[in-house]
Structures are given as C-alpha cells and as structure tokens.
T-cell receptor, first 113, second 117 residues
Framework: DADVTQTPRNRITKTGKRIMLECSQT?????MYWYRQDPGLGLRLIYY???????NKGEISDGYSVSRQAQAKFSLSLESAIPNQTALYFC????????????FGPGTRLTVL | AQSVAQPEDQVNVAEGNPLTVKCTYS??????LFWYVQYPNRGLQFLLK??????LVKGSYGFEAEFNKSQTSFHLKKPSALVSDSALYFC???????????????FGKGTKLSVIP
C-alpha cells in the first residue's frame, strides 16, 4: 500500500550493530504496528502504538525498541543486532473506525551477518 | 488465546478451476476475520474481512470467503483461478470486543497458492 512507506527496503548489517527501520504513513491512522515475518511462521507482532503517547509490547518485543515520533511516523530499532533477527519486517496502520483493518507497508528485508 | 490454522502449506490449482484456501480459527467470543495476500517482494494486501452480517463476504480481485460459525472456519474461494492469483495467502483473526488485547491480530502461517497454466 503506497500510503505506508518503509525505509530502507533492504539492509545488510553485522552482529552488534544498531539498526533503525522507519515507517511513515499518509493514511491519517492513529494506530501503528511492527511485525516480523519468518518463513513458515507467519507474522508476529513486535510492538504497537495506538497514539503518539502510547507504546505497547507485542508477542516478541525482546531485543527491539520503538519510537512514535508523530502520528505518521513509527520507528523500530534493534539496539544490538543478532543473526536470528534476520527477517522481513512490516509496518502496518489501522483506524478503529474501519474495524481496525490493518494496512501494510512494503516491508524491509533485514539480514544480520 | 486466539489462534489461526491454515492446514495446507501449498495449494495447486489449474487455471480456470475454482480454488479454495482453508482457514480455521479459535477466539473468545465473536471474531473479526481477515484475508490478506502477499505477492513476491511485496507487503500484505488486504483482500476482505468478516465483521458481522452475511456469512458470504466478497472482496478484491473476485475473491470471496464464507464464514461458518459452527465449524469456526473462514475459507477463501474464487470461482475461476488466474495465474496472477499465485501468491501467499494469510488468514487472520481478532476478537470482537474492546479492552486490553483487543487490538491484536493473529495470523496463520500462510498458504502458498500456485495456479498452473
């Protein structure tokens, strides 16, 4: 969905490095999410935010942190990357007025060597 | 805890034939149910959702899904498959209630659909 953008689209980094993945949306949604996708495991929720002052841990938050800089921006950080964080990362947004239907960005493919 | 099962890792169907991608769910209370499609190197695209009302839901690209409460299923269907339908399909569920945790969307592991020319 072009209304949700993610940068970078691909990133290769080394173990121990700090990495930030960024997400921006023009949908005007209050709610934003970060997921990771691993082959055969589907999508798992890392963090979510219902508004700028609200941050919540998801199913697999260990090793990750987030920042909600504005309604439209939600960043995911890996403080010290490790190889098992190699995955496809997706940002999503939703609006409670639309039954919280989530709309996804194109994803960031992260490889940790 | 809520869960989604997609019992088939892969579904193969000939072009022009009807297709079905299966999904069963478990959730407390009434569910919100969703189908998403992921094309190679792309994000997930919303296809359709069931909230309430008619058990047959129509969505994008000619897809539809049938909600069956007694069987806790929400199978995705299309009358005539196209080669361009080949992709990874995800079913997702969340509980229809407000309160802590009501946001959480639980995804199945995905079903790879291959439409053979």
């Amino acid at each position: 969905d072009a209304d949700v953008t993610q940068t970078p689209r691909n990133r290769i980094t080394k173990t121990g490095k700090r990495i930030m993945l960024e997400c921006s949306q023009t949908k005007g949604h209050d709610r934003m999410y970060w997921y990771r996708q691993d082959p055969g495991l589907g999508l798992r929720l890392i963090y979510y935010s219902f508004d700028v002052k609200d941050i919540n841990k998801g199913e697999i938050s260990d090793g990750y942190s987030v920042s909600r800089q504005a309604q439209a921006k939600f960043s995911l950080s890996l403080e010290s990357a490790i190889p098992n964080q190699t995955a496809l990362y997706f940002c999503a947004t939703s609006d409670v007025g639309q039954s919280d239907t989530q709309y996804f960005g194109p994803g960031t493919r992260l490889t940790v060597l | 805890a809520q869960s989604v099962a997609q019992p088939e890792d892969q579904v193969n169907v000939a072009e022009g034939n009807p297709l079905t991608v299966k999904c069963t769910y478990s959730v407390s209370g009434n569910p919100y149910l969703f189908w998403y499609v992921q094309y190679p190197n792309r994000g997930l695209q919303f296809l359709l959702k069931y909230i309430t009302g008619d058990n047959l839901v129509k969505g994008s690209y000619g897809f539809e899904a049938e909600f069956n409460k007694s069987q806790t299923s929400f199978h995705l269907k299309k009358p005539s498959a196209l080669v361009s339908d080949s992709a990874l399909y995800f079913c997702a569920v969340r509980a229809l209630y407000s309160g802590a945790g009501s946001y959480q969307l639980t995804f199945g592991k995905g079903t790879k659909l291959s439409v053979i020319p």
